[in-house]
């Protein structure tokens, strides 16, 4: 089974989709998909469904969505049957969606996820940048973010776990942002940065580390006022939605831009982006 949830929802088995078009099947396939190999209680799945007021008939609702799932992937298998673990009798679609004590299981029987992929290369690359390779680091990381099409899951309707797990990917997904724009910083691609960095501190107007780096590459480019700029433009966004000033870190580049040459500016520090996936590898 193939598994991509980095954009819009595609499960394939045999290569063909078996992903379903109405919402809360499709709801479902998208939460065990996430957690594939692993059982899913089927606690989660109803509150992922109906949230704190669950119909009485959840439970029964929730097998009527899983027997649909299990159509999908028996026509899927009877394209090809593959053969059982050890060449037995071929899969079928109850050896794929597994019901397991207290929940179900998709079973991908060593089949690809995007998500996997991406915190496989995502790692790599975090653990080039703490060696120093700043060349392998940016070229992991730009292969592990190619792998997102769009926000994640972008194309199916989400209760509390979905919304709770994309806001995670989320994360992950700017943390190897970050550390990729800071390879390219201390490789010295200040110049090529300045049109994404434009698009993405306008997207996230409170990040600090993505404006700190926007700061850093115009300074280094001999822009210097507009470095200037986008401190003032971050501190009245920081001050306006979250009621903070900026951090430290980004008071000590603003003076340092204000007193020093490009030359003399160090690169930005890797611990500014204030997640944990950054410095360790999934």
């Not at 769009?150 to 919304?163: F, H, I, K, M, N």
């Not at 001999?222 to 200037?228: D, K, V």
């Not at 966004?237 to 000033?245: F, H, K, M, S, T």
Request: proline share 6%; charged share 25%; hydrophobic share 40%.
């Amino acid at each position: 089974m193939d598994i991509a949830v980095l954009g819009a929802l595609d499960v394939r088995e045999n290569g063909v989709s078996v992903t379903p078009t109405a919402p809360k099947p499709r709801q479902v396939l998208a939460l065990l998909a996430l957690h594939a190999d692993q059982v899913v209680p089927v606690a989660a799945l109803i509150e992922e469904l109906w949230g704190e007021r669950p119909p009485r008939s959840a439970r029964t609702t929730l097998q009527t969505y899983v027997l649909q799932l299990r159509e999908l992937i028996s026509a899927s298998l009877e394209r090809d049957p593959a053969p059982g673990p050890g060449g037995g009798p071929a899969r079928t679609a109850k050896d794929v969606l597994v019901t397991a004590p207290g929940g179900y299981l998709l079973h991908t029987a060593g089949g690809a996820s995007d998500v996997r992929e991406f915190e496989r290369l995502a790692g790599t690359g975090y653990r080039a940048m703490d060696a120093g390779d700043f060349a392998g680091a940016a070229r992991q990381l730009r292969d592990a973010l190619a792998l997102w099409t769009g926000s994640a899951l972008a194309d199916v309707t989400s209760g509390v776990q979905l919304e709770m797990e994309t806001r995670r990917l989320e994360e992950t997904r700017l943390c190897a942002l970050d550390q990729r724009i800071e390879a390219d910083l201390r490789l010295g691609r200040h110049r090529e940065l300045l049109g994404e960095l434009t698009v993405l501190v306008s997207r996230y107007r409170t990040h600090e580390t993505l404006h700190g780096q926007f700061m850093l590459a115009l300074h280094r480019s001999g822009r210097r006022s507009e470095a200037l700029d986008v401190y003032q433009r971050l501190r009245t966004a920081l001050v306006r939605e979250l009621g903070l000033e900026p951090s430290a870190h980004l008071r000590r580049m603003q003076r340092s831009i204000l007193m020093a040459g490009p030359s003399s500016w160090p690169t930005c520090s890797p611990a500014g982006c204030g997640t944990s996936a950054c410095s360790s590898a999934p």
